[in-house]
Every structure is written in C-alpha cells, then in structure tokens.
C-alpha cells in the first residue's frame, strides 16, 4: 500500500482574526517631534504620511470597538500629545475601556501628568503610560532617539511617577538574546536609580522596516513565514488575532505594517474582520520572538 499523497499546503499562512480584544488607534499619524534611527514607520516632524485623527474621527471607532466587544485601546503615534485633542480623546476612551498611551515622554511636564492622573481618577478603568526609552545611558539611548531625548525621557518619567502613575518603560531589543536578562535587570537598576520606584519594563524586538533598514538591514528573503512554521504553533499569540490599528486612513492589520498596502483592511472595525496572509518579514519577527505590542 502506498502512503497518502501530503495535502498541498498554501504558500502562505494566514491568521484568522479570533476575537476583537484591542483596538490601536495611530492618533498622531506619523508626525513625531523626534526623528529615532531605528523607528519602523519613519515618523519625523514633517512626516505626514498618515495624518492625524481628530476627536470627531475617533469617535465612531470607539463606539464600534465598544460594540464589538473591545477590552482595551492603545494611542500611539508618532508622538501622541503632539495631538491637541489628545485628552479629550482619552477622556472619550476611558470612558468605555482601559486605555494606554504610548509616549516618548518628552513633552510631559508637571501641568500634563497631572492632567493625565485626574483623568484617570475620574474613571473606573486604568490609564497606562508607556515611555521608550532605548538605552541605559544618554550615550547608547540618544544614539537611536537623537541628542538629549534620553534626559527629556526621564524627566517626563518622574512627573508621571509624582502625579502617581508607574509607567511602562519600553525598551528596543539592540542586545543579543542572551544578555535579555541581565539587560532587564540593569534597566530596573537604571530607572530605580533615576528616581522611578516601581519601573516595569517592556522590550520589543526590532523590526526590520521603516528607518530600521537603513540603519542596520531589511529583511532576507528566508525570513518569511511558510505553513511549516505554523505547525504548533498557537496563532492566538500573533496580536493580529485579536487586534486591529485604526489611522486616518482606515483599519489596518496590526500597528507594524500601516505602510503595507495590503495590511488596510477596511474603512471600518467591522470591515476589518478578516483573515490576513503573514507573507511580510515582519511577522518573522513576531513569529520568531513571540512579540505583542500590548502591554
Ligand atoms: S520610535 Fe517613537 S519616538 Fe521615535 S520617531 Fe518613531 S514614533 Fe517617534
Ligand atoms: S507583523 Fe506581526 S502583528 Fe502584523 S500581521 Fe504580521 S504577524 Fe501579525
């Protein structure tokens, strides 16, 4: 008896979105005050290639993720408080779910942080503060992030930590694998040092788009996902099954390939609720390191 013929797999692999649990929102388009060498949607001060969203704009969204049973939003940019309506868009948000915003830090000051803490004192779900901050010093962190962004980082730090937040330090993984450990450890020393009590610390694997290929390379043509590298694999751990990016163009797959033509899936959340094929070297990486952009 001859063995069964293999089942001819696709090419591609695809994700299934499994449920809406988050919803990302690119609320200062691609408009950032710092230009870092390693940023994967090249965001700059003059870089308006996704614009920024109003509170008119969002709006509609939230109510859609609240209806589609959305548990969490995230704000992000280029820099979000670049975004004059950014408060009143997270007053809107928290008012349906936890929200997080990520930020270089360097524009909060003592008047903002403690604008943020009253917004979350006035609602029942939590505000997370997320900072980059890409180095244990001002050399290794302003060589990514640009001169002097590693002392207006910090200082952003210790006003959210006196108006009572513990940020979320978000670090680029520029260390091989094995040093992971002792590089979080020295992070935790560096921020408790800096006057930050209760650091917690995030890193992020770099992906090789955006500014990122000019400074050290883009993808090689193996790093691409194939039905093979999904065999035991739990897809529920790609944030693709389960989140969605909102900019001012529409629904995009995730909050890494807003640049990719085919990652907008719709004008609507609703729209969005489809399968996606992995075929970009960026799901390498989240195949390959097991990285979310969530908390
Ligand atoms: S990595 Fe963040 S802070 Fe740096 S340019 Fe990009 S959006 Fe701005
Ligand atoms: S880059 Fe990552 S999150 Fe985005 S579609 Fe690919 S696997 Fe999903």
């Not at 002392?151 to 040093?179: K, Y």
């Amino acid at each position: 008896m001859t063995a069964p013929a293999p089942i001819p797999l696709l090419a591609v692999p695809t994700v299934p979105l499994l449920a809406l649990d988050t919803v990302w929102f690119q609320v200062a388009g691609t408009v950032c005050n710092l230009t870092c060498s390693h940023c994967f949607i090249t965001c700059g001060p003059t870089n308006r290639r996704h614009a920024m969203m109003t509170r008119a704009e969002v709006r509609p969204y939230l109510d859609e993720a609240l209806g589609l049973g959305a548990r969490d939003l995230y704000f992000t940019g280029g820099e979000p408080f670049l975004n004059r309506e950014l408060l009143a868009i997270l007053e809107d948000a928290l008012a349906i779910a936890p929200t997080t915003v990520l930020t270089n830090a360097t524009l909060i000051g003592p008047d903002l942080a403690a604008r943020l803490r009253a917004l979350e004192r006035g609602s029942r779900y939590s505000l997370e503060m997320r900072v980059s901050l890409d180095g244990l010093d001002a050399a290794a962190n302003d060589a990514l992030r640009g001169e002097g962004s590693f002392a207006e980082a910090l200082a952003g730090l210790r006003e959210l930590a006196r108006a009572g937040f513990d940020p979320i330090v978000t670090v680029a993984q520029t260390w091989d694998e094995a040093d992971d450990a002792a590089m979080r450890e020295r992070f935790h020393d560096t921020l408790r040092a800096e006057g930050l009590p209760r650091p917690r610390v995030k890193v992020l694997p770099l992906f090789r788009v955006g500014r990122e290929v000019a400074r050290t390379r883009g993808y090689a043509e193996t790093e691409r996902l194939t039905p093979e590298h999904m065999l035991g694999f739990d897809i529920a751990s790609l944030q693709c099954s389960s989140s969605r990016m909102v900019t001012s163009r529409g629904v995009h797959v995730c909050p890494i390939l807003i640049d990719a033509p085919d990652a907008l899936l719709g004008r609507t959340l609703r729209e969005s609720m489809r399968s996606y094929p992995l075929a970009h070297g960026a799901c390498h990486t989240c195949w390959a390191t097991g990285a979310t952009c969530r908390n």
